[in-house]
């Protein structure tokens, strides 16, 4: 991986900005500083999907030399290869005249290490499919709309295109439709590999979310949702959180006062005088 983002800051720098190449080693993390800017088109944001050639004939001799991987897939490996430890998303960081990417030590947990290792073996998992099963994991739960974001697809065919079999293999189960889809891993198979990961609220149900909002809003009316949302756990997704609001309102659960970042919201009096 250490090799892939040198050799990445080495062919795809702009040779037209002086500078030094600088690789900055601390206790917990590896940082890689490049002069110049990312390449016409690249962002931080979609840098694992675009490809932009700049140093034609130096890429060309690094790949001969097996220096580093195919044009375009450098940055999947090392997405590959984080995920597939257990450890986060390097950080790529643009400037006005310098690209730095950041690479954490630490493991985020042994258990999505297991999980990982193992799925992989099991099912001879494809690089695009171990890099979505890892972010399923490390976000324990995570909607279609965020696994879109984070690998910078733009419709759900090219999202369908990174689970690829894995659905199909039950290691990630779904729930909800088109792009309130929220994936996760299979209890199933957790259960299999004695996982020992920690329990959050982020695949709480719907109708649980909902009960935990009325007695939420019973002891504190006249709420904001950001109120809302730290008092029952800042895990659950905020749209998910949202959408729940929305139809308790719409079922004449709650009624809401104000609008936009000021709505508030409070439990339908009518509705609790007559229960």
């Given at each position: ?121 099991e099912?001879?998992l ?25 690998l ?23 729930r ?7 994936y ?5 198979y957790?259960?299999r ?6 329990t ?10 909902q ?10 009316p ?16 905020k ?10 309102v ?26």
């Amino acid at each position: 991986m250490v090799r892939e983002l040198v050799a990445n800051a080495v062919v795809h720098r702009t040779y037209t900005t002086r500078g030094d190449i600088f690789i900055n080693i601390f206790p917990d993390r590896l940082e890689i500083h490049n002069p110049g800017r990312l390449p016409y088109g690249v962002t931080p944001q979609n840098i694992l999907s675009q490809s932009v050639r700049r140093n034609e004939h130096l890429s060309k001799v690094f790949y001969d030399l097996n220096l580093m991987e195919r044009e375009g897939s450098g940055y999947d490996l090392i997405y590959q290869m984080l995920l597939g430890s257990g450890k986060p998303l390097p950080i790529v960081q643009e400037g006005d005249d310098r690209v730095s990417v950041i690479v954490y030590k630490q493991i985020i947990s042994k258990e999505i290490v297991k999980l990982m290792d193992r799925a992989s073996q099991e099912y001879q998992l494809k690089q695009k499919e171990i890099i979505a099963l890892g972010l399923v994991a490390q976000h324990n739960s995570v909607t279609a709309i965020g696994l879109s974001q984070i690998l910078n697809q733009k419709d759900e065919m090219g999202l369908r295109h990174w689970i690829g079999r894995l659905v199909d293999l039950e290691l990630i189960h779904t729930r909800g439709r088109t792009k309130g889809t929220e994936y996760f891993i299979n209890p199933d198979y957790l259960r299999r590999l004695n996982f020992k990961g920690k329990t959050t609220l982020k695949k709480i149900e719907p109708h649980r979310l909902q009960e935990l909002i009325y007695q939420d809003l019973l002891i504190y009316p006249e709420c904001q949702i950001g109120d809302i949302h730290t008092r029952i756990g800042k895990e659950i997704p905020k749209r998910k959180l949202k959408s729940e609001l929305d139809k308790m309102v719409d079922g004449d659960r709650l009624v809401k006062s104000g609008e936009k970042r000021w709505t508030k919201y409070s439990i339908n009096k009518n509705l609790q005088n007559k229960g």
